[in-house]
């Protein structure tokens, strides 16, 4: 399988992790609630097929996309190991296969891979910390522009090209920043016209800044 979750574990750990009943497939369509706000679990999630979005629903029901779950990613791992509420949704994205892990039983259990999977466990929640305090330069400007800007050089270091596509649509995107739509948009087609970027759909090229 891909993705760190599953690192230095073989096929038949796997099966003997489905065996136990510690790991198991689950099926969601389109815009399908995995959890929710306020939910506890002990299970994380891997995705299999399609992707998952992280999202913060107000009171008054105004939406923040916070990240995008690819396939080979996990996600609701540090609420299943610390077994707090979640304070956010995870949503399908689209119709997806959805990889459950007993955090609980890896962590209690006496498997021949328990170490191993520890491990891979803490790296991905070091690394998920990580990201998410990259957001701050994200969203911490009041210029969209310079929200885009550290953005788009954010997606082009980890892509190691100045060429690359996003794993978001222009409202999952706008989301993100905490901009609006439009004007993200507006913002967009201004750093084209000035030849900063070419942008197709969710392809960008940086061409300078």
Request: charged content about 25%.
């Amino acid at each position: 399988m891909e993705g760190l979750l599953f690192k230095g574990i073989t096929d038949e750990n796997i099966q003997d992790m489905k065996d136990s009943g510690c790991l198991y497939a689950k099926k969601y369509l389109k815009e399908e609630l995995i959890f929710c706000s306020g939910e506890k679990t002990e299970v994380l999630g891997y995705v299999l097929e399609g992707a998952v979005n992280i999202e913060n629903i107000t009171f008054w029901g105004n939406r923040t996309l916070l990240s995008v779950i690819e396939k080979g990613q996990v996600f609701g791992e540090n609420y299943a190991l610390s077994r707090e509420p979640f304070m956010v949704d995870a949503v399908s994205a689209k119709d997806s296969e959805i990889l459950f892990l007993n955090v609980d039983m890896v962590l209690n259990g006496s498997f021949v891979w328990q170490k191993q999977m520890v491990q891979n466990l803490m790296l991905i929640s070091a690394r998920k910390s990580l990201r998410l305090s990259s957001k701050i330069f994200f969203t911490s400007s009041h210029r969209i522009r310079d929200r885009v800007s550290e953005y788009l050089s954010w997606c082009a270091k980890k892509a190691g090209s100045r060429e690359f596509d996003i794993p978001m649509n222009r409202q999952e995107l706008a989301d993100f920043l905490n901009v609006e739509r439009t004007a993200l948009s507006k913002e967009l087609s201004k750093m084209e016209a000035e030849g900063l970027i070419e942008v197709y759909r969710n392809h960008f090229k940086l061409l300078g800044f």
